[in-house]
């Protein structure tokens, strides 16, 4: 890894954006492993485990997910899972290497009873000595303050697509909700995971806009998940068109290049992906996924899968301590 400065940038125009997206592929990759490798160990992987804790009924209407109420996935709603359950799939996630626990919960937000419910959860998977990270849909300032105060590491909240593509895909709540949450999360000191979906039907130009959106926010999310459509039978967009894998990876590369110190995660959609895609992502500059064999609600490939993925292309996890970036 060698340390060179680099200029954050917050001021990405749609035309930049757009000619990264447009270049020569081998002209693109080279870019973003260069300044992948000038940041990061190029091969080490930051593995998370995600932990749905409240599955399924959610009021959103999201177009892409199984857990809305508004679909019929024939998924079993469930309650808010009891910690002693939630602990035993923390104590096997870091058993397997994850230096990370991800709970998420299938709410528009949470009361400030839930809250207090998983602020507990948090306390005792801390305990652990594993990170932690939250999904639990919009936060109030305060909420997110709690949040920081119990030590949560990340919160996730995802701006899903572009501005202009949004209102095809979610109407139940609108962008600047999302935007308000955002800032709320990072005004209270904590690590933003924020990224989006692929694959919903949206245009170049609506990837190339979301990613102007993530690049531009006042600073850069630490950890930007780069999901793939996962299609679920039942909701609207089940038979939406796959994304072209090229396109993807040509996705994971221009993130790279906007947000060079920030964690690419190579998020949902990697069960139906070759192991050639992801080595491709893994070199334009994705250094982090979900590992074990459930998303939240979706499967994700055999723990076996992976590691031998990782064998073959000399992958490692990433330690708890060696994921900070350098800033000169
Ligand atoms: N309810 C909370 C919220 O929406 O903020 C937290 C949980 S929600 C399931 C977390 C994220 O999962 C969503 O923002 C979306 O980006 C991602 N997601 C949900 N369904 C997906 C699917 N079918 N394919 C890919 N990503 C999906
Ligand atoms: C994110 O960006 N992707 C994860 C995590 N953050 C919470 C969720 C993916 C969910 C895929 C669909 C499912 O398994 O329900
Ligand atoms: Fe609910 Fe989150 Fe799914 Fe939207 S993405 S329906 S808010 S669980």
Request: charge should be negative; include cysteine.
């Amino acid at each position: 890894m060698t340390e060179i400065a680099t200029q954050l940038r917050h001021d990405w125009s749609l035309g930049e954006i757009n000619a990264l997206f447009d270049a020569p592929f081998n002209d693109l990759l080279f870019r973003a492993h260069t300044l992948h490798r000038a940041q990061h160990d190029p091969n080490a992987v930051q593995i998370s485990t995600l932990l749905s804790i409240k599955t399924g009924a959610c009021p959103e209407d999201c177009a892409y997910c199984p857990q809305s109420s508004h679909y019929d996935t024939g998924l079993d709603r469930e309650r808010l899972l009891p910690l002693n359950q939630i602990l035993e799939h923390a104590q096997a996630a870091k058993a397997t290497g994850a230096s990370r626990f991800c709970m998420g919960a299938a709410w528009r937000n949470p009361t400030d009873k839930q809250l207090d419910k998983v602020i507990e959860m948090i306390q005792a998977v801390k305990d652990q000595g594993l990170e932690t990270c939250v999904t639990l849909g919009m936060l109030s300032q305060q909420q997110a303050q709690r949040l920081k105060q119990v030590g949560l590491d990340y919160y996730n909240h995802n701006l899903d697509t572009s501005p202009e593509f949004y209102g095809d895909i979610i109407t139940t709540r609108d962008y600047q909700d999302r935007l308000d949450t955002l800032e709320h999360v990072r005004d209270a000191q904590l690590n933003v995971c924020c990224g989006g979906i692929v694959g919903m039907g949206e245009s170049q130009q609506d990837r190339a806009s979301l990613l102007q959106q993530l690049a531009n926010l006042p600073n850069h999310p630490e950890s930007v998940p780069i999901n793939m459509l996962v299609h679920v039978e039942g909701t609207p967009l089940f038979s939406a068109e796959p994304l072209d894998s090229i396109e993807f990876v040509r996705t994971i590369a221009v993130a790279r290049i906007l947000m060079p110190l920030s964690m690419v995660r190579l998020s949902a959609g990697r069960e139906n992906m070759s192991k050639e895609t992801q080595a491709l992502c893994f070199f334009a500059g994705a250094n982090s996924i979900f590992y074990g064999e459930k998303l939240l609600t979706t499967p994700n490939p055999e723990a076996a899968q992976d590691e031998a993925l990782f064998q073959q292309l000399g992958l490692r996890p990433m330690g708890n301590n060696d994921n900070v970036p350098v800033v000169v």
